[in-house]
């Protein structure tokens, strides 16, 4: 018989149904009864899509940034042009514009993210007293969940918790989150009762600059999935005779960590002459914003978008699963320590994987410990035209890939088992 569960309100800029990381955050509450957590989130970060199509949790939505609305409303007025659903547009223009031009993001950055630390905070409370919600679990994002989960904490006293899916301070935060993590972070990892991060790097990370106070409070919880979605396609795979165009396929967003290696495959991919091969980019990134990125469609490269629940679908058609991290970034410390989300559904997923991300990523360390995905840790043409051939042509390479991605998985990722782990932290047989 299960413990009891300590209620939990989930602070997050973003949730489930986006994609990304909220996914991670689905999978990981999918099976937690009802009643046993809220999620505190902003209305707007939940981009029109994944709001109609994608999947809910059951929990209570409270949207800090639009209070009046549930989760109900939310999805209703994505199919609908509502004075809401253009609101949220106009909010993602933002938010690309605040990417893309300095000034803006100065002028804007100030109030965009006080307004939200204040919304969450007076919200978070509300909520606090409402559900009676015992532990606080703030999640990272760009900064004022963070923030707001540790104002919280201060004023409702209720244990802090820190789920990190990337680095806070050491991040490229849009301004002025990076002046605000400078100033909290430690005050917020000391504060903390349990730190869950994904991966060995990020704990590393944390005890190389903080020392045993920070690390003995590390929880490693892998990112993952389930994988019953996934094996449900093998048989159908089995049977499919693959032929040309071959696919190579990267799902999710498209930011300055992926940038700069996407656009180094897609200059391999032009220049592959006697092969059929295309790169298809499912993302929810706006077509004009991917322009201004320097990506453009052309008869090589393929713009698409899938809700999450038709990613394993999406991912089964692919030949090869490409997985980027840049060079000379503008944080070098979150290239050296993700494991980004979709490496898990990579993992399960049945095919290949390509890596082209530099050697002193934990992502790189990981696979070649691991031996699960061709890797090409140079920005070298070259380089990632031989992977691409060798991953299509040489079938025994290309099988011992599949095979140990799949052994990696079922050790680390498979949330049948991760689900266990993250549900015991919150037993009101653990102490706080």
Do not use: C
């Amino acid at each position: 018989m299960q413990s009891k569960l300590k209620k939990i309100l989930v602070v997050s800029s973003y949730a489930p149904p986006a994609i990304g990381g909220p996914q991670m955050l689905y999978n990981l509450f999918r099976d937690f009864p009802v009643d046993s957590y809220s999620i505190l989130t902003s209305y707007y970060n939940i981009d029109n899509i994944s709001a109609a199509k994608g999947t809910w949790l059951n929990g209570e939505y409270v949207f800090y940034d639009n209070p009046q609305r549930d989760k109900e409303a939310r999805k209703q007025a994505a199919k609908e042009k509502t004075t809401e659903n253009k609101r949220s547009q106009n909010v993602q223009k933002l938010k690309l514009l605040m990417k893309k031009i300095w000034l803006i993001r100065i002028l804007a950055g100030f109030p965009v993210i006080f307004s939200q630390i204040f919304a969450i905070t007076k919200n978070g409370k509300n909520v606090v007293q409402k559900a009676n919600s015992e532990i606080l679990l703030g999640i990272s994002d760009y900064g004022p969940a963070m923030i707001g989960s540790y104002f919280l904490h201060k004023i409702t006293k209720r244990p802090l918790y820190l789920f990190m899916f990337d680095l806070y301070r050491g991040n490229f935060l849009p301004f002025p989150g990076g002046l605000l993590a400078t100033i909290f972070e430690k005050s917020i990892l000391k504060h903390a009762t349990t730190i869950i991060v994904n991966n060995e790097g990020t704990k590393n990370f944390f005890h190389k600059k903080y020392g045993d106070i920070v690390s003995k409070k590390i929880v490693i919880i892998y990112n993952s999935v389930f994988p019953q979605d996934y094996k449900s396609l093998e048989k159908i795979e089995a049977v499919k005779e693959k032929k040309p165009p071959y696919a190579i396929l990267f799902t999710g967003r498209v930011n300055w960590p992926q940038i700069g290696a996407i656009k180094n495959l897609i200059r391999a991919v032009n220049e592959i002459k006697d092969i059929d091969v295309v790169f298809k980019l499912y993302s929810p990134m706006p077509k004009e914003y991917l322009n201004d990125m320097g990506i453009f469609e052309s008869e090589k490269v393929e713009f698409s978008f899938a809700p999450p629940q038709e990613m394993p679908r999406v991912q089964s058609e692919a030949d090869i699963l490409f997985l980027p991290l840049s060079w000379h970034t503008k944080s070098q410390a979150i290239i050296d320590t993700a494991t980004p989300g979709k490496l898990t559904d990579y993992l399960i997923a049945g095919k290949p994987i390509l890596i082209h991300a530099p050697a002193s990523s934990f992502l790189v360390k990981y696979a070649r410990e691991n031996n699960f995905a061709a890797i090409v840790d140079k920005e070298d043409k070259d380089a990632l035209k031989a992977a691409i051939r060798r991953i299509l042509f040489e079938g025994g390479f290309r099988r011992k890939l599949v095979a140990n991605a799949k052994k990696t998985f079922m050790r680390n990722h498979d949330a049948n088992k991760n689900v266990s782990i993250f549900r015991a932290l919150f037993s009101s047989e653990k102490s706080s």
